[in-house]
């Protein structure tokens, strides 16, 4: 009888442990994206901005990384419309930019493509780049809001954990945003804009593409740890064992 009690209570707290994390509710997105603007503190990169955000205290850090021969490592900004600023390298960033403008309220992340001698290109307006996000912890899900994709084929993602993926959006509407949502993630490689591929004229100091931005990018809900679920079983073991010497003890 004595087995048959722990054994059953061994499984009631099993049970329990699943489904206190199985009635968790999910947590509301938390955004990625700082709500200041300057650069963004990249691991591969110095800055060259008197204001630098450092990630890793919002559980992250980001890689710069080389999509095009053509172009150097781009940098990647935290921006927002209705300001003015001027940055490293002559990166300049109107209060309204020539092409897309999303919503003033919003922060948003914008690459700025370098050339291999180390210029900017367009004044730091052409938004292309590749970067790696490399988070503290596995999340069930990443969202991700791409604005202005105008090209087909080359805004979206390439890598989750490690793994190739071909996760590529299609041509929308001007200044239109479109979303991709991933599913248990500690890292991504994300890919915005199109450098543009015409650079049969060697004078040329760029070639025009398609610049995005991201104007949303969330996580949700941390995927548990293996030895939380088993620490709650074994909490709710203990406690029914405790309970059972107890009762025992009364009756002695």
Request: proline letters at 3%.
């Amino acid at each position: 009888m004595q087995k048959f009690n722990l054994v059953a209570a061994t499984i009631l707290g099993t049970s329990l442990s699943i489904g206190l994390a199985a009635a968790m509710p999910a947590a509301h997105a938390v955004s990625l994206i700082p709500q200041q603007e300057g650069e963004i503190g990249l691991t591969n990169l110095t800055s060259v901005s008197s204001t630098t955000i450092d990630t890793t205290s919002m559980g992250f850090n980001v890689t710069s990384l080389q999509f095009d021969s053509k172009l150097g490592l781009s940098r990647l900004f935290v921006d927002k419309n209705g300001t003015e600023n001027t940055w490293g390298l002559g990166i300049k960033f109107g209060a309204t930019d020539l092409g897309t403008n999303p919503n003033s309220s919003q922060y948003w992340y914008r690459p700025v493509a370098i050339g291999t001698d180390n210029k900017v290109l367009e004044g730091g307006q052409l938004e292309v780049g590749r970067f790696l996000f490399n988070l503290d912890k596995t999340y069930e899900e990443v969202s991700l809001d791409f604005v202005d994709v105008e090209d087909n084929g080359f805004s979206g993602i390439l890598e989750v954990n490690g793994q190739s993926v071909s996760n590529l959006l299609n041509a929308g509407p001007n200044d239109g945003t479109q979303s991709l949502t991933l599913k248990n993630v500690k890292s991504f490689v994300v890919q915005m804009g199109n450098s543009g591929k015409n650079y049969s004229n060697p004078n040329a100091r760029f070639a025009t593409g398609d610049g995005v931005r991201l104007s949303g990018l969330g996580v949700t809900k941390a995927v548990p740890e293996p030895t939380t679920t088993l620490g709650l079983g074994a909490m709710a073991v203990a406690g029914l064992l405790g309970l059972r010497r107890k009762k025992a003890s009364q009756v002695g």
